[in-house]
């Protein structure tokens, strides 16, 4: 029964308040629409405008920082190669060595190449940890 009630009193509200609202309305319905139509479409432009403006200054910083992250990875990527050719050099050297040394000697030259091994490996992260920065620092840019 109150349920009844409630639901009639609601109906009867928003009648009431549909009827005040257009009785007392200073435009039409055409003209209502239109000015909301009119207000939708400006701000929609607006957003347009904006975005079109971020990704231009979006683009504009990528263009000018792209050039010095080429010439900063070309760089690492000579002395990475720089430092494996002395590598091989160096491993060819001890092998040449080893291969000349009696028997007794070649047991300490493999436990050097070994090391020389290790020693390879550390300057190849050695020069990596080198690129993180310059590559950290490129983004930073950004």
């Known amino acids: 029964m109150k349920l009844v009630r409630i639901a009639i009193g609601a109906v009867v509200g928003a009648a009431a308040g549909f009827a005040a609202g257009v009785l007392c309305a200073p435009?039409?319905?055409?003209?209502?629409?239109?000015?909301?139509?009119?207000?939708?479409?400006?701000?929609?432009?607006?957003?347009?405008?904006?975005?079109?403006?971020?990704?231009?200054?979006?683009?504009?910083?990528?263009?000018?920082?792209?050039?010095?992250?080429?010439?900063?990875?070309?760089?690492?990527?000579?002395?990475?190669?720089?430092?494996?050719?002395r590598m091989d050099q160096l491993r060819d050297s001890l092998v040449n060595a080893a291969d000349a040394a009696p028997e007794e000697e070649v047991v300490e030259e493999t436990e050097t190449i070994e090391v020389e091994?290790?020693?390879?490996?550390?300057?190849?992260?050695?020069?990596?940890?080198?690129?993180?920065?310059?590559?950290e620092a490129a983004e930073d840019e950004e």
């Not at 290790?118 to 690129?131: L, N, R, T």
């Open 27 to 85: 435009r039409s319905g055409a003209e209502s629409r239109a000015m909301a139509s009119d207000a939708v479409n400006d701000a929609w432009d607006s957003a347009i405008d904006t975005y079109e403006r971020g990704q231009q200054v979006v683009s504009e910083k990528i263009k000018g920082v792209r050039p010095n992250m080429d010439a900063t990875t070309d760089e690492l990527r000579a002395k990475v190669d720089l430092a494996r050719e």
């Open 117 to 135: 091994i290790v020693a390879d490996e550390v300057a190849d992260e050695a020069v990596e940890e080198d690129a993180a920065p310059e590559a």
